[in-house]
């Protein structure tokens, strides 16, 4: 296992144990987000709690966030260098393929400032777009 998956979690402070370190190396490798199931699938060896426990933890500590894509499903991303222990700066677009049903981040497509009335406070806010992605339109 290589020492810059360490590095990453250790910088989270996060303690990088062997299911950790696997679960890290396969969200690098992912175009799209994903979900329990697939890592379930991709690490066939680690049980479904350890799998889940271990999403919890890297999103407590700002490694991925979660998007709902209105389905069901919750879906988890890696994020961006600014995230941190308990607070995410995700405000980016996600986007959904209604073709080969991947959700990718759209990182460089920042969501919309609102001009919110002053006595409401924003916590989270989340920009699904569904279309046809560029794999698929090939
Ligand atoms: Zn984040
Ligand atoms: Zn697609
Ligand atoms: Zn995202």
């Known amino acids: 296992m290589s020492m810059e998956l360490e590095n990453v979690l250790i910088a989270k402070q996060v303690n990088p144990t062997a299911v950790r370190l696997l679960v890290l190396e396969y969200l690098l490798k992912q175009k ?4 329990l199931s697939d890592l379930e699938t991709e690490l066939h060896r680690a049980d479904r709690v350890t ?3 271990t999403l919890k933890t890297f999103e407590e500590k700002g490694i991925i966030h979660t ?3 209105g389905t069901e499903v919750t879906k988890y991303a890696l994020c961006q260098d ?3 222990n308990g607070l995410h700066s995700d405000m980016h677009i996600h ?3 209604t073709n080969c049903k991947e959700l990718y981040c759209l990182p460089k497509v920042q969501i ?9 406070n ?5 920009l699904v ?7 698929c339109k090939k």
């Open 32 to 35: 799209a987000a994903i979900s």
């Open 51 to 53: 799998l889940y426990r």
């Open 67 to 69: 998007i709902k894509d």
């Open 82 to 84: 600014e995230c941190n």
């Open 95 to 97: 986007f959904y393929c």
């Open 112 to 120: 919309p400032k609102l001009n919110l009335p002053d006595d409401f």
């Open 122 to 126: 924003l916590q989270e806010m989340s």
């Open 129 to 135: 777009a569904r279309g046809i992605c560029k794999n």
